[in-house]
């Protein structure tokens, strides 16, 4: 068994294209993935560029949020080609995999594209049965009740965020390495002590009485 572990990034689908926003109000303009061995050791990375077919420029706030720019995706594939060549990578390493990405978010974006692009490829699609919510494992694991950022949950772990944050390979190796100590079950113990620790209600010191004077209280409602 092999690991993928996937971070996409996007820009928004321009306002002219209303139809094509109802289905999906952004576009993948990146791919990024890491493989992991059954000892959750990196194999082999994967990063691609895409090209947005409705928006014919990157908007200056993802540009500085991603660092990709409008002239960077020009000569890029396009979404179907990326998304192939995705997916080709994954079965180099062999039929049995699978992938994790960080929330349902980057599942649900390419099932959208893929209908809004009206993409038809069934035998390609099927990879994405593959796909599972690498953030819900880690809340589930951990015993949380609520879910959390990457960053929240890497300094939880004790990582240190290697990279640029929101370059799709950075946060895919950041998320792997979380993946790593996650499936490690000794790692995972350490980091389990340690978000436990962070996320437990701190002791109330002392009796209500040593923490309030009754007697002034009462003489000031008299």
């Known amino acids: ?8 990034e996007m820009n928004p689908v321009a306002k002219e294209y209303k139809e094509e926003r109802r289905i999906s109000s952004m576009e993948v303009i ?38 990709i720019s409008t002239q960077m ?11 192939e060549m995705f997916v080709n990578w994954c079965e180099s390493y062999g039929d049995e995999y699978e992938v994790y990405a960080w929330s349902e978010n980057d599942y649900n974006q ?14 390609k699609k099927a990879a994405l049965a593959q796909w599972k ?7 589930e694991k951990l015993g949380l009740e609520r879910i959390m950022s990457l960053q929240k949950a890497l300094d939880y772990a004790g990582i240190a965020f290697e990279g640029r944050m929101h370059d799709a390979l950075c946060d895919a190796r950041n998320t792997a390495e ?8 000794e ?11 962070a996320l437990r209600p701190k002791k109330v010191e002392g009796t209500l009485g040593e923490m309030f004077d009754w007697g002034k209280l009462l003489a000031q409602g008299a």
Not at 1 to 8: E, F, G, Q, S, W
Not at 133 to 139: G, L, R, V
Request: charged fraction near 30%.
């Open 30 to 67: 990146e791919i990024g993935a890491v493989v992991l061995d059954e000892s959750f050791l990196v194999l082999g990375e994967f990063k691609t560029l895409v090209k947005p077919r409705y928006n014919s420029e990157i908007y200056k706030k993802y540009e500085t949020l991603t660092g």
């Open 1 to 8: 068994m092999k690991y993928i572990v996937v971070d996409l």
């Open 110 to 123: 390419i099932v959208a594209e893929m209908d809004q692009k009206k993409y038809t490829n069934e035998a």
């Open 73 to 83: 995706v020009s000569g890029a594939p396009d979404f179907a080609t990326a998304y």
């Open 178 to 185: 979380l993946f790593a100590i996650v499936r490690n079950e």
């Open 187 to 197: 790692r995972c113990n350490v980091v389990l002590k340690s978000v436990m620790e």
């Open 133 to 139: 919510d690498f953030q819900k494992e880690y809340t």
